[in-house]
């Protein structure tokens, strides 16, 4: 729960297994594998710290370490992002603020998630997009509404049109810095990584 607001969340975090996760993530003298799951165990442990979350795996050691975390745990339908992130949703049912976080966030803060989740509580649905502006990171719906998610390429358009209101989440925002390249890694670096992944990079 929000102490801020009372607000109870519940946030679904997708992650693929780390042997096929992250492959355009390339960090010399770094196991991608390794990495993958440090970046996506990085993200589950900050937004536990502002809601419950729900992860969705196969991954079983990303399972394992999620739990220990506190999050809960559910399997991978295998039918895509969006699947995955509907089979989470479902779990904590339509009477609850819902939330789906993609779980390559690094540097994120709970208290700046925290923030965007106050913010999403008085909308239907909402979106924050990625520091580029054309993918999402979060999406929400408040409770009594159907969950819908649009996830992938050019995402956060389709996730307006589904209804979302653009949050005013700034531009230097950790939620804003997901991870894909090794570009991407070091502008969230400069926000600073949690603990997991930044145990992994030279330096």
Known sequence: MDPASGTRWTIVIPVKPATHGKSRLRVPGVGREQLA?????????????????IVVTDDEQTAREARALGADVCPDPGAGLDAAVAAGAS????????AALLGDLPALRP??????????????RAVVADADGTGTTLVTAAP???????????????????????????????????????????????LGLGPRTSALLPG
């Open 37 to 53: 799951r440090a970046i996506a165990l990085d993200t589950i442990a900050a937004a536990a710290a502002a809601a419950r979350v």
């Open 91 to 98: 779990l904590a049912g339509s009477d609850a603020y819902r």
């Open 144 to 190: 009594g509404m159907p969950w819908a998610s649009a996830f992938g390429d050019g995402s956060f358009a389709r996730h307006v049109a589904l209804g979302c209101v653009a949050l005013g989440v700034p531009d230097t925002s950790s939620l804003r810095r997901d991870v894909d390249t090794a570009a991407q890694l070091a502008a969230a670096s400069a």
């Open 111 to 124: 208290d700046q998630l925290a923030a965007a989740l106050r913010e999403a509580a008085s909308l239907p």
